[in-house]
């Protein structure tokens, strides 16, 4: 099973915040960066993946900058056979939409092979939740967002559980490749 994680950096949210109100921003610099809290569920659910079918490949993908590599090197010790950082500085200020376009392009250009891309429901620094749905969309993919459980089968479909409102589930079968989102509940990282 080949499976592409995209992954994102992100202010560490259990430390202290402070806001710039010029710009309405977090302001970064003096914070530390971790890996994105959905994107860590992603990665696990990479690995667990590529456990229960018996082997493949876990690729992480990230576009920011050069202190996104202690991020892949987490998704490295969780599991992932390959990183992958994408560090330019016409990416610097990037939205969602402006960075799904560049991993988008940047899986297709690199030629990544995937039965699937897996990429966590939202951020905590934008809470956008476009960048999965961007990607799908440039590689015209099948999409599943809000996910909370994964069955894949013979690397051609998979039933995934999507999150629905009030509690409740929505069963669905997609074709594979496919882009999903995951939502917490789908998993504990490992550490």
């Known amino acids: 099973m080949q499976i592409v994680v995209c992954v994102k950096h992100v202010p560490d949210t259990e430390g202290p915040i402070t806001v710039d109100t010029a710009t309405n921003s977090i302001r970064k610099g003096w914070l530390p960066e971790v890996l994105n809290p959905c994107d860590r569920l992603a990665v696990e659910e990479a690995a667990l993946i590529k456990e229960r079918c018996g082997g493949g490949q876990v690729t992480a993908i990230c576009m920011g ?96 559980h999507k999150k629905l409102e009030a509690g409740n589930r929505a069963v669905i079968e997609t074709p594979l490749p496919a882009l999903l989102t995951v939502e917490s509940g789908i998993n504990t990282p490992r550490y």
Not at 79 to 92: E, H, K, N, Q, T
Not at 106 to 125: E, Q, S, T
């Open 65 to 160: 900058l050069p202190s996104a590599k202690e991020v892949l090197r987490t998704c490295l010790a969780m599991g992932a056979d390959r990183a992958i950082l994408l560090c330019d500085p016409a990416f610097d200020n990037s939205d969602s939409y402006a960075t799904g376009v560049v991993l988008a392009k940047a899986i297709a250009v690199l030629k990544l092979p995937y039965h699937v891309i897996l990429c966590g429901a939202r951020a905590v620094d934008t809470n956008a939740g476009l960048t999965g749905p961007t990607i799908a969309e440039i590689l015209r993919l099948p999409l599943v967002t809000e996910v909370v459980k994964i069955e894949v089968y013979d690397h051609d479909k998979a039933t995934v």
